[in-house]
């Protein structure tokens, strides 16, 4: 995705005397941008209970962590450095949610010492835990009820979350353990550009609820919907409130179920999207005519791999 046109025309004025002041490459972020990004996410839920937590992994810079907390986002973390990150950022307890893989347990130490959402992945990590998380969170994975999509590929495949048939065992044995407060997880799809992946990762995420509380009694104080998007300019065409029992609930307009439930979350980069809109990555070329009459481009950068460049016309 290329970098807004409000960002280049704001950007480009004053690009070269960055670039001499401090010498290239370098990343620029767009500080209005983001908070823009971060104004109209938010704005497009209104006054729902919804929560964003933004992905530490998708930009782990001090400088943007504790502006978006200053703003009121969460942080989603998923390593002891990016936990380390969100406290240096003035995060704690439930303003972090804690989600990996593989996880050990100085990890899951690391996340319960701050306090946050523990989302656990894998039912055989519910014996590592040190600890009862103040919030525990389990991640399912839809199997083929889902089709995923080409950037993280299909459920079916997927190494991570837990079956259906594996979801009751794991509340219940979190419940044993002492555990009394729970949310549900799920991510589908990541870097998506319309809303609707979204709005079937809610519905299958309600349904669950529903499940779990009929089997268990169990209720969830939160459903998370995992996954960077870019959608918040169309958010409110897809998407409008209902009133269920003085708990305001997210429903598709092409949708007549009205659902109940607690708070939505959701966890995501889609304030910088990996920074292809709100960062550039910026870089001097030089062009040297050889001797038979093509151009060589040469760019001086010191970043060994760059992901999600869109290729151009020069």
Known sequence: ???????????????????????????????????????????????????????????????????????GLGMECSSIAELELAADSFARGEEIFFTSNNTTREEFAAALSLGAIVNVDDVTLIEKLPGVPAVCSFRFNPGPERLGDKLIGSPVEAKFGLRRDQLATAFARARELGAERFGLHAMIASNV????????????????????????????EFINAGGGSDMSCTMKLYIDSTVVDQCNVMNSKNDNIVRGGGELTHHTNSLTSDTPTNGVHTVKWTFIPTSGGNIVIKAGTGQPVTLRVEPVNL
């Open 1 to 71: 995705m290329p970098m807004s046109e409000d960002f280049a025309r704001r950007l480009e004025p004053s690009l070269e005397e960055v670039a001499e002041h401090f010498g290239t490459p370098f990343h620029i972020y767009d500080e209005t941008g983001i908070l823009v990004s971060a104004e109209r996410l938010t704005a497009a839920f209104g006054g729902l209970p919804f929560h964003e937590y933004y992905a530490v992994k998708a930009l782990p810079n001090l400088t943007i962590t504790r502006m978006l907390r200053a703003h």
């Open 193 to 220: 550009l319309t809303v609707q992946p979204l709005l079937a990762t809610i519905a299958m995420l309600l349904a669950l609820e529903d499940g779990l509380q009929r089997e268990l009694g169990i209720e969830l």
